[in-house]
Every structure is written in C-alpha cells, then in structure tokens.
C-alpha cells in the first residue's frame, strides 16, 4: 500500500461545491461554525458523494447503564443517561451503526480516512461493522486517560483508557494523508505510537450549561483532535463530524484551518457548538506550513552551492572530527588523494564504507566553526520557495 506521507496526491479529486447542488454544503461553507441540525444519516445523503478528506466519529456507547451510578457516599454520579446512547438491543444498535458507516463512505474520497472513538461497550461491533463493510483498519489508538473515572464498586478495573480506530475507505486506498514525519519530528524525532496520553476534558474546555453544569457528558478533549487531525489531514482538507456534539472537531479544525461541517441532532448542542467554532481564531498560515521531507523537497545539486558562491573551489570540507579533507572542484566533485568523486562517493571513501549522505557528513570552515553543508542547501531551498 503505498502512504502519501505528508499530503493527499495532487491527483486526488477535489469538489467545487458550487458546482454542486447540495443546499446543506453550500450553506456550511458559508457559514463560520457549519454544525447541521439532524439526523446524521438523513443528513449525509444530502451532501455530494465523495466530497470528504476526514471523518472523525464519536457516536453513542450504547452504556447500557442500569439505574443511578452511586459513589461510596451514595452521591450520583454525572454518567451518561441520555436517550440519545439507550437502544433497544445489540441488533438495534448495530443496525444503526452499518447505516451511518455506510453514509459516511458514500461522502469519502477515494484517499480519505475515518476516524471513530468508543469503548469496550460499543468499539468491537464497530470494528467488525467496518470491516464487513469494506473498510481498511490501519490502526487502533489507545488514548490513556491520566485522570480517569474510577471504578467506585470496586468490581472491575479502573476503566482508563478509549479507542479509536483510524480506518481508510477500503483496502485498494492509496495516497491516504499520514503525516508521519511531522509527527515524528514533534516527538522528539521518535516513531509516534499507538498509545496516546491524554487527560479528560476538565477546567475551562468543558462546556458549562446555564445550571453551571457540563453541558454535553462525553465531550473529548481538544488535543486528542488537534493529535487526530494532524496526523491525518492538511490545511484546507475538508473534515466531518457526524456526531458533532458540543464542537470539539469543529473548533479544532477551524484553528489548524481545515474545513468544516458537523451534524447534530440536538439542536441545544449545535448553537453551543456554534458559538464555540465561531470564537475560535484560526493559526497563522506559517504555524500550519506542509512539512517538507529531504526526500519531498527539490533536488539541489552541490554545485549549485558553487554557482551561488557559498562554496568557493578550492576550499577543503572535513568531516565532524576533521579526520578527512576534501579538496572541493570547479566542477562540483570532490578530489580525495587520487580519487575524484561526488560528496556521496568521496564520503563514503573517505570513511572505507559503500554508501555516504555526503550532505551531512561534509562541513565547511567558517568563522563561527564548521558548518554542513546541508545547511547551505537548505538556503537554497528557502530561496527556492520551499
């Protein structure tokens, strides 16, 4: 399967919505905080057929809750109650689930992913659904929540964690967005894992309602999404959260500048929903910038160092420990005793090996101390727009 490891292809279709008939759409792009007011599935089915680069779904647990939640002082627990997460049977809550899959992947592009949170109660029938359904799971994400709930029976483990699961449309996707190598350099250039800590949304983040309590009971918190929708989309991408609820995707979104539309049924939660994405200052464009890999970036040959007078023929580059002198070529070749050679090559001589990156091997002298060389590629590069 081939990754397109910091953007969607250039290939990939893109939807001009005013070509498009597609009242709902229209109405969102317009709209600073687009959350749609109904029925996720009936909703769906009015938007173009695959016009989405990113879905995030956070849709109801079916808890199954019975009766109160007591703590040990028989106070009640704020847990989830609401109809919206009550289904009549397993059946019932699967039939649900295959029909907002399904809707969902009639709005994705061909190389967009889909995103979905749940817990033990509900993820394995979603993850089967999905799998039955044609799409292609590419990981599960454990979030590990730092503050968790406990479990205040005493009778099972502290339930501290949730999963995502990170799906593409289906097993033939190609060029579906991983931005894997700004991830990595954000981590201290170490591989991101699957297990991602994070603490549950408290303090000011939580939406209050007029009786000064929590306004939506599972609102996620902002850097899970920010973590999501870096990894797996760009600037300008369009994003939907179908289960939009108290707006977390949308206000997250606006502020990495991704496109947004949501759906919600209760229409108490999309005006607050509406009110947070709309208060919500978007980063500048340069905090936002496409990571640029080596590899990604245009070639620049050393001459080209030369041609720009950054290096000057002549001058000798060392290695780090200045064991090794280069004499640099009119050319753009590099002379070691009686071998003549390119950066690579002599480098690789240099150090009795068969291959060397000679760009970060090569220093130059310079008043401050030596310098690689890559530095002054990558002024070129910047020069260049990149």
């Known amino acids: 399967m081939v990754v397109s490891r910091r953007g969607a292809s250039a290939r990939a279709p893109r939807v001009s919505f005013e070509s498009r008939k597609s009242a709902p759409l229209q109405s969102a792009r317009q709209d600073s905080a687009p959350i749609i007011v109904g029925d996720c599935v009936a909703e769906m089915t009015k938007l173009p057929a695959a016009c989405v680069d990113l879905v995030f779904a956070d849709p109801p647990y079916n808890l199954q809750l019975q009766g109160d939640l007591k703590r040990p002082d028989d106070s009640r627990v704020d847990a989830v109650d609401d109809d919206w997460d009550k289904f009549a049977s397993f059946s019932a809550y699967d039939d649900f689930t295959r029909a907002w899959l399904m809707a969902c992947r009639r709005v994705m592009k061909p190389n967009a992913t889909l995103w979905v949170i749940g817990s033990y109660h509900n993820i394995f029938r979603v993850g089967t659904i999905l799998q039955d359904l044609g799409f292609w799971i590419l990981n599960d994400i454990v979030w590990r929540k730092s503050n968790p709930m406990p479990n205040f029976r005493g009778r099972r483990f502290t339930n501290a964690h949730e999963t995502l699961i990170w799906a593409a449309r289906d097993a033939s996707t190609r060029n ?165 050679g390119s950066i690579h090559r002599i480098g690789a001589l240099a150090q009795g090996l068969e291959a060397c990156n000679g760009w970060t091997f090569w220093h130059i002298e310079t008043p401050q101390g030596l310098m690689l060389i890559d530095v002054l590629r990558a002024q070129i590069r910047t020069e260049m727009g990149v």
């Not at 919600?264 to 200052?281: C, F, G, K």
């Not at 023929?313 to 780090?320: C, E, M, N, Q, T």
């Open 176 to 340: 579906y967005t991983f931005n894997y190598e700004a991830l990595k350099a954000g981590n201290d250039d170490v591989q991101m894992r699957s297990d991602w800590l994070f603490p549950l949304c408290t303090g000011e983040e939580r939406l209050k309602g007029r009786n000064g309590k929590k306004l939506h009971p599972t609102q996620k918190p902002e850097s899970l999404l920010a973590r999501v929708i870096l990894a797996a989309s760009r600037p300008d991408d369009l994003v939907l959260d179908p289960f939009a609820g108290s707006g977390t995707t949308g206000a997250v979104a606006r502020r990495l500048r991704r496109r947004f539309v949501g759906i919600e049924r209760s229409a108490d939660y999309a005006q607050a929903a509406r009110a947070r994405i709309a208060a919500v200052e978007p980063l500048p464009h340069e905090a936002l910038a496409s990571f640029v890999t080596a590899r990604e970036a245009p070639r620049v040959p050393f001459s080209a160092l030369i041609e720009r007078g950054l290096v000057t023929p002549g001058v000798k580059l060392v290695d780090a420990k200045r064991r090794h002198r280069a004499l640099v070529r009119a050319d753009g070749a590099l002379s070691l005793g009686e071998a003549v």
